[in-house]
């Protein structure tokens, strides 16, 4: 069905990166009129999205304050395209790294690594349309919140409610209102688009490092051959493999860890936040609903990275058993000794960080669980 989206150039990262040329983000061409339309935008919905700030510097309101923890994860879709803006010319190179090395083995037409590659790909389809489908739904639910809000009525007055509270040229009240919003669902849909596009892709990265880390091991496991220069070959070139591996992984580690810092400290609170709403939610389904469901939408968006980030991890614990599953003890000691060193060196523990100190595994997912309870009933208490 999503066919249509594929890439030959980017096997892996195709629908992706389809998503974020589609908002303007990543724009590989930036001399034509629609891209730079398109970059219009994004410094307009950044402007937008930095004035709800500024309007709490100079007028600190509770409910002002309480929508942006409320729709903090819209929040961080700015700060992450941002980042990607700042290191374009880094995220090309890995993009293209990505995709070369991609291209290459599909060049080679061995079944055991197109059998790996398959796998990988398949998955890092399964979890992208899924996500998507994931945040449409929950969009749905986010930007028809207020209008069932709106029916409360306070000493007489309708209450109009807002789902951020940046500023716009337009009354509060009808018809101006109705104008507001649609601005305000429109920037959020586009904002939305930088979260998924952006979160995604991180994903599928991941999954690709853990996919390539299985076909290094392959690699390894295939290294001893009757000629001893051909078996001298391999290993060179297994070890060269694996260092472009981790070179690229050390990059993207150092695209994602500070955007990851500042997330793993946004959705701690913001879980805190949500959690209590679910709790004060009395008597309106609905309302109880759309909350659970933004609640496990962002379970789910931090599950994405930590699960992954761990298979990886996982992997590359791994890769040194490859070498010392070959036919070593048929060769010299010559070559015994080489396999015996490639073993050592392919069994370096590759992580993704969080910042200076947290490493995204799935013991830090679990810690994150308890912060957010934490956060939950330190609010409870003050209230």
Known sequence: MFKFLANSE???????????????????????????LKMFIFYVIVVFFSSQYIKCIFDLKKESLQLILQYAPFHLGIVKACFFRKECETWDLLINYLSQVERKQIEEQEPKMIKIMQNYIRCNRRVTYFFWALAFFSNFSIFSEPYVKNRIIENGTSIYLHIFDGFIPFSSEPPGYYVSMAIQTILGHVVSAYVIGWDTMVASIMIFFAGQLKIARMYATEVVKPDALETHRNIANCHKFHVELVKYQKTFNGLLSPVMFVYLIVISVNLGVCIIQIVEVQDDLAMLMSSCLFVVACLIQLLLFYWFSNEATEESLKVGYGAFESDWVKCDKAIQKEIHLLGLILSKRLVFKAGPFNEMSLTTFVSILRTSYSFYTLLDKTN
Request: no cysteine; proline share 11%; charged share 10%.
């Open 10 to 36: 980017h096997p892996s990262l195709g629908p992706h990166l389809y998503l974020l040329g589609l908002t303007g983000i990543w724009q590989p061409d930036q001399k034509t009129h629609v891209t730079r």
